[in-house]
């Protein structure tokens, strides 16, 4: 991704990616020297996520935490511009394929961790966000609104 140096005056926000969380399963990203990129904690905000010079950065996404039953979670990020240098970014998106199932593996359900969401395909997944755009996509499109305990599935 090619982010552009904000125009003079820049913009209050100098917001080069909005924020979100990743669709697909795991996101490794790298950038040059010109940081920005920043994400979400729990309780709000926006904290710089400074990646050291060479190294890279991974980002659980939506699909994992589907198929992790809620056990990874996929943090919101953004990417803020505000120096006089372009950043250049680039990623790995690791997904499945189209077609595929994401179903919660049996040995990640138990008492203390009822399944909290349904089999779907992943590109239905992908098609139900695109059409709704937001962000409780994956908990309104798949997650269980009653988790299911081991005892109680069939
Ligand atoms: O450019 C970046 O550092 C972030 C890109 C990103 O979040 C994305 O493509 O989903
Ligand atoms: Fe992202």
Not at 43 to 65: Q, S
């Amino acid at each position: 991704m090619k982010y552009k140096v904000p125009p003079t005056p820049a913009p209050a926000n100098g917001i080069g990616l909005v924020a979100h969380t990743d669709k697909n399963t795991l996101t490794i990203l790298g950038q040059n020297d010109v940081q920005g990129l920043e994400i979400q904690p729990k309780n709000g905000g926006w904290v710089p996520a400074v990646i050291p010079d060479g190294a890279f950065i991974a980002i659980v996404g939506d699909t994992l935490k589907a198929w992790s039953n809620g056990r990874l979670h996929p943090v919101r990020h953004r990417v803020v511009i505000r120096g006089e240098e372009e950043r250049y970014s680039w990623g790995s998106f690791l997904m499945p394929k189209d077609d595929s199932t994401v179903a919660v593996a049996d040995q990640l359900v138990d008492g203390d961790h009822p399944l909290m969401y349904r089999p779907f395909t992943y590109s239905d997944y992908l098609s139900y966000f695109v059409h709704k755009l937001s962000d409780d996509a994956l908990e309104v499109y798949a997650g269980l609104s009653s988790p299911v305990a081991p005892a109680c599935m069939d």
